[in-house]
């Protein structure tokens, strides 16, 4: 059974301080990550993807992946009011033409403190 | 550009009965994959459609069913409806099939069973 696991949170940092969201994930062979944003009574919203070791920055979030350690990460920095949401982790394992499932983690609840 | 649209946005059912629920893919897709997501929970897997065909199903019984049309276009059925079917179900869009491209969520359906 192939799993994603997250910190269930509630999280809660002070406004302008970086937030650490983390996930970890069971299938060695996992290739492709994303992390989703997701407002209260709202859909997914896609943040980043990230699919190679190492930091992904877009603005104010760095994704960063560890396959050795199957571990991947998201930082938000000069976290504002706004970020305050459940931050779903997502992991697809397929390779090549052959397809598998995008699997979700429980996400993490984020409250960043004005 | 047309984000994925799903309909309707909210309904109320109850026990035993049959519900449709539909989704439009984003301007460009071919692939559509339903999720339940319960309360505090993360998006479950239901199944993917690719061109017209259900290419992978996660562990849900076979009351819950559904169908791809030609303008990718996609259905959801659940049959036989029981109180722990409420939940939001979420339509997601990606390009080629492929679970290395993002997918892009809709607003989901609010299912409630009385």
């Known amino acids: 059974q192939k799993e994603v696991e997250q910190n269930s949170g509630p999280l809660s940092v002070p406004e302008g301080a970086i937030a650490s969201l983390n996930c970890t994930y069971s299938d060695r062979v996992s290739q492709s990550f994303f992390w989703y944003r997701q407002y209260s009574g709202k859909s997914p919203e896609l943040i980043m993807s990230i699919y190679s070791n190492g930091d992904k920055e877009d603005g104010r979030f760095t994704a960063q992946l560890n396959k050795a350690s199957q571990y991947v990460s998201l930082l938000i920095r000069d976290s504002q009011p706004s970020d305050s949401a459940t931050y779903l982790c997502?992991?697809?394992?397929?390779?090549?033409?052959?397809?598998?499932?995008?699997?979700f983690g429980p996400g993490t609840s984020l409250s960043v403190i004005p | 550009d047309a984000g994925v649209t799903q309909s309707p946005t909210h309904l109320i059912k109850t026990r035993g009965q049959q519900v449709t629920l539909r989704c439009s893919p984003k301007?460009?897709?071919?692939?559509v994959s339903w999720y339940q997501q319960a309360l505090g929970q993360g998006p479950q897997f239901i199944f993917q459609?690719?061109?017209?065909?259900?290419?992978q199903r996660g562990n849900f019984p076979d009351r819950f069913s559904g169908h791809q049309f030609p303008n990718y276009s996609s259905e959801l059925n659940v049959n036989a409806l029981l109180l722990g079917d409420s939940a939001l179900y979420l339509c997601?869009?990606?390009?080629?099939?492929?679970?290395?491209?993002?997918?892009?969520f809709g607003d989901g359906t609010r299912l409630s069973i009385l």
């Open positions: 459609y690719y061109e017209e065909e259900e290419r």
């Open positions: 997601a869009s990606s390009y080629n099939g492929q679970g290395h491209q993002p997918q892009h």
């Open positions: 301007s460009g897709h071919d692939t």
């Open positions: 997502a992991v697809y394992s397929g390779v090549g033409t052959s397809y598998d499932k995008v699997i």
